[in-house]
């Protein structure tokens, strides 16, 4: 069932009308067709919502942990019960394959929840140290700004660990893909959250994104999006000195060591970059490899690539569904035509939508080989099915070209010997690391170094960035 609340803003406890009366078509990627049209807020809708989430938070911040795990297990039950409508949310909102909405996206969302009330039971907001007891306690009204390409799994990655830090929070889900975010804000309805605790006003970023993170009642930013527009955000929050945690963009290097058997690794890793049609930050879009094997990698990635099913998100047999929108095909057009104009090959895929394919914005899984990391196509976050292979000389080599950028979020090695693998991932200037193709795990931090952002996410690495800590001297003498 799709949400019902699409001209409404979830305010203290209730759907309430917005101030504004501005409106948003919601596209399907992959019909190009409006499939609802959304309210947008603008700052006297996010003075409401922050005014809302202060008046709760005198209580809620006051709240015991048993109380919170309770809201949570609640929260859990309804989200479970309504994983069919989340998951058929994100697959028109923004494309996702069926398979993928149902096994990923909209299941992500609800790891997030469960790992958050894990990390409640078992977190310690206590210690003593010497004569000082030292607390943590939550930092307050959080305003939650959340990405198109994940939205369930950023949405439960910020709610969870605030709500379980005892915070009261502001969510601006992306404009781009609400739908989901609606769904969610019904489940958080029915499961009893307490008024004022959970809000959701629709808007764009330079309206109601800029609103929150300026504005003096908020205590914390957490953000997920681009670097740029990162930036912005934490400029306006500068003045008011507030807490800004930012998962921002990424152009991960995958290191093939030359001791590997490639054709098992350069198979899996230009299939797993593809998921979601290469919209995640993290993906492992530049690839390197010896430079003595270009060849051989660029034809397995080829045979691969050229499998790889692009259709309809509705056909079952789809593994990969269109990009977002117009204007995020068009840049991923642009870049590719790039690539092509500096001299990299194209191997499979290229510009353009796939063959006997007319309508939505369908972008060929696209292999570029005898890359330079100089070229534009090794340096931007292209964020659409699009990779690079990279030559390298040796194994410092690799590692020198794995750092040589502005991004540190990702990165993968793989090899035949492990342990050289992990040395070799040690070395990597990046939040996170896959050895060996090892999936990522939802109790473990994600997040970046560099222009990647600052702050972690998942888990107890995630609730830590929602407390304060204070410390009480002679409280324990």
């Known amino acids: 069932m799709a949400p019902t609340h699409t001209q409404k803003f979830y305010i203290d406890g209730q759907w309430v009308d917005p101030v504004s009366t501005s409106t948003l078509d919601v596209i399907n990627p992959a019909t190009e067709e409006v499939v609802a049209t959304i309210a947008l807020g603008d700052e006297k809708d996010v003075e409401h919502a922050v005014a809302a989430a202060r008046k709760a938070f005198e209580t809620f911040s006051e709240t015991t942990r048993e109380e919170r795990i309770s809201l949570l297990e609640k929260i859990i039950e309804v989200y479970s019960r309504r994983l069919g409508d989340l998951a058929e949310a ?42 000082t007891t030292v607390v943590r306690e939550p930092v307050g009204v959080c305003a939650l700004i959340t990405p198109w390409n994940w939205p369930l799994n950023q949405i439960g ?111 899996r890793d230009v299939a797993a970059m593809v998921v979601n049609s290469g919209q995640s930050c993290n993906a492992g879009s ?76 369908f972008v060929k899984p696209t292999v570029f080989a005898n890359v330079t990391n100089d070229m534009t196509i090794a340096r931007e976050e292209i964020f659409g099915p699009v990779m690079v292979l990279i030559g390298y000389q040796d194994e410092d080599d690799a590692v020198r070209i794995a750092n040589d950028s502005s ?26 690391v896959h050895i060996n193709g090892a999936p990522l795990a939802m109790d473990s931090p994600f997040g970046g170094y560099k222009q990647s952002g600052n702050g972690r996410e998942f888990g107890k690495f995630g609730m830590e960035e929602f407390l304060e800590v204070k410390s009480i001297f002679g409280d324990n003498a």
């Open 157 to 267: 990655a910020k709610v969870a660990p605030a709500l379980a830090a005892g915070c009261t929070v502001v969510l601006k889900p992306s404009e781009i893909a609400p739908l989901s975010g609606l769904v969610f804000a019904e489940i958080l309805d029915e499961a009893g959250v307490p008024p004022g605790v959970f809000n959701l006003v629709n808007g764009d970023g330079p309206t109601v994104g800029v609103a929150l993170s300026s504005h003096p009642e908020v205590d914390m930013v957490s953000f997920t999006g681009s670097t740029r527009a990162g930036i912005e955000v934490a400029r306006n929050a500068a003045p008011t000195v507030k807490r800004v945690a930012q998962e921002l963009g990424g152009k991960s290097a995958n290191i093939i060591l030359d001791d590997d058997a490639l054709a098992d690794s350069v198979a």
């Open 90 to 131: 994100v697959s028109i909102e923004m494309g996702a394959p069926v398979s993928l909405a149902q096994g990923a996206q909209a299941p992500a969302g609800l790891g997030h929840l469960m790992f958050g009330l894990e990390a409640l039971k078992n977190f310690e907001f206590e210690e003593k140290v010497n004569s």
């Open 407 to 432: 991004y540190g979020l990702g990165g993968m090695v793989s090899s035949a010997d492990t342990d050289r693998a992990r040395k070799v991932a040690r070395k990597m200037r990046t939040g996170t």
């Open 286 to 361: 530049r690839i390197l490899v010896p430079a003595g094997r270009m060849d051989e990698a660029a034809e397995i990635a080829k045979e691969t690539a050229a499998k790889i099913v692009v259709g309809s998100p509705a056909d079952e047999n789809t593994q990969i569904g269109p990009v977002v929108s117009q204007a995020q095909f068009d840049k991923i057009q642009r870049l590719i035509d790039t690539g092509v104009d500096e001299g990299a090959d194209v191997v499979v895929g290229g510009p353009g939508r796939p063959e006997g394919v007319d309508v939505g914005y």
